[in-house]
Structure formats: C-alpha cells, structure tokens
C-alpha cells in the first residue's frame, strides 16, 4: 500500500507519515516505487520463472504527455497490489487511430515478456 493509505489507515495525517518518512523515523519499512511511496517489503515475485512484466503506458498526442506520469503511477500501483513483479515500463506517444504504436509492437513481439499490463 501507498504512503497515504497507510496513513490513512492508521488515523494518521498523511504530512504527519510524509514528514516521519523523511525524517527516517515512519515504524514500518518503506521503499520507492518511482514517484510513489510504498509501505511494508516489496513483494516477491509471484512467479519467478516466468518471463517479465511490462506496464505499458499510452498518450495520443503531445499536449497529454504530462499525464503519463499519472498514467503510470496508476497502472504500477494496480500491478503491485496483485503481486506482480514490475520489470519495466515502457511509454508512448501516438494516436489509436492509425496504429502506428512501435513499442506495444516491439513488446508483443519480445519473447522474454509475458505480460503487458496497461
């Protein structure tokens, strides 16, 4: 769970966990997940012979490109919270309508990942 939820969760002000975290002193352990902070070990992979996991995120023009950050953020949250181990992300920019997405193509092509969530 994020750092806020665990706040939340514990009747906690989430500046009040934000400032402990800062500070070294938060009572549970904590590590980065990008932008994100998340609370308790991260957790092991659920299969760890199976191939990799990609989180694949999508803007269709340039005007939206700051909402990838969002985007991703959501998408490695959800993949998190059902155990699946986050190998890499992989972002782009294009339209849906002409289906010109070279790197969704490039991820359905590679053999080493076998699942793509997004």
């Not at 750092?3 to 938060?26: D, M």
């Not at 070990?41 to 996991?53: F, I, K, S, Y």
């Amino acid at each position: 769970m994020n750092l806020k939820e665990w706040a939340a969760s514990q009747g906690v002000a989430y500046i009040t966990a934000r400032r402990q975290y800062a500070a070294g002193t938060l009572p549970v352990p904590t590590y980065r997940l990008g932008r994100l902070i998340m609370v308790g070990e991260p957790l092991a992979p659920a299969r760890p012979d199976a191939g990799q996991v990609v989180v694949y995120a999508r803007v269709s023009s340039a005007e939206q490109k700051s909402d990838l950050d969002r985007q991703v953020a959501r998408v490695t949250t959800w993949a998190t919270r059902q155990r699946l181990p986050v190998d890499r992300i992989v972002t782009e920019v294009g339209s849906a309508l002409d289906g010109h997405r070279k790197k969704l193509l490039a991820l359905l092509r590679d053999p080493a990942v076998s699942t793509i969530v997004g």
